[in-house]
């Protein structure tokens, strides 16, 4: 250690000879001389911070009304249907599909089938009761579908059916309305 400290200060010497020399001023070192730069400490722990003031207290906590629980949902029943949809039949899926509602229900066959909660059921009637469907249970037609699909096909022609209502060309159902 010594030794480089040596070579260090004379390299530094001698640059200090050679700059002033050539009338550029003599760098400056903040310790007065370089020895004290080398025998000094290397990795002193800084000094400790001065003591922070206490936080300020904490407001008083208000206590805010706890809601009711809510009622315990059956993950395989539907909600229920109130009013009657409209249903649309786009010509690439062949059956019927309800629209400007938000859930997911097929007319196929004089048969209702609602997908709620990843399961399908069946009915007679938009209004239930429901009924548990298997997949196997579905009709081909329905089965053929990806609900992905359905779902894009039933967009695609509820908006041509909206852009221009009184002029669709398309088949339009309405429960309770059949006669009419």
Do not use: C
């Not at 000879?17 to 025998?39: C, E, H, R």
């Not at 911070?49 to 009304?65: C, H, L, M, N, V």
């Not at 709620?116 to 329905?142: F, Q, V």
């Not at 209502?165 to 159902?173: E, S, T, V």
């Amino acid at each position: 250690m010594k030794t480089t400290a040596a070579l260090s200060l004379a390299v530094t010497a001698q640059l200090l000879v050679t700059l002033t020399a050539a009338g550029a001023p003599a760098p400056y070192f903040p310790y007065q001389t370089i020895d004290k730069y080398y025998n000094s400490p290397q990795n002193e722990p800084p000094a400790a911070p001065a003591p922070a003031a206490a936080p300020p207290p904490a407001p008083p906590q208000t206590k805010r009304p706890v809601p009711p629980p809510r009622p315990p949902v059956d993950a395989g029943k539907p909600a229920p249907i109130q009013a009657a949809p409209e249903f649309l039949f786009p010509a690439k899926l062949g059956f019927g599909v309800a629209v400007g509602v938000p859930y997911d229900l097929v007319y196929l066959d004089k048969t209702y089938y609602y997908w709620s909660n990843g399961i399908w059921h069946r009915s007679t009637s938009y209004r239930g009761p429901w009924i548990k469907t298997g997949y196997a249970d579905l009709p081909a037609e329905l089965r053929k579908k990806p609900l992905s699909q359905i779902r894009a096909e039933r967009n695609a022609e509820f908006k041509s059916y909206w852009k221009d209502r009184d002029n669709y060309q398309g088949k339009l159902f309405h429960p309770g309305q059949e006669g009419k």
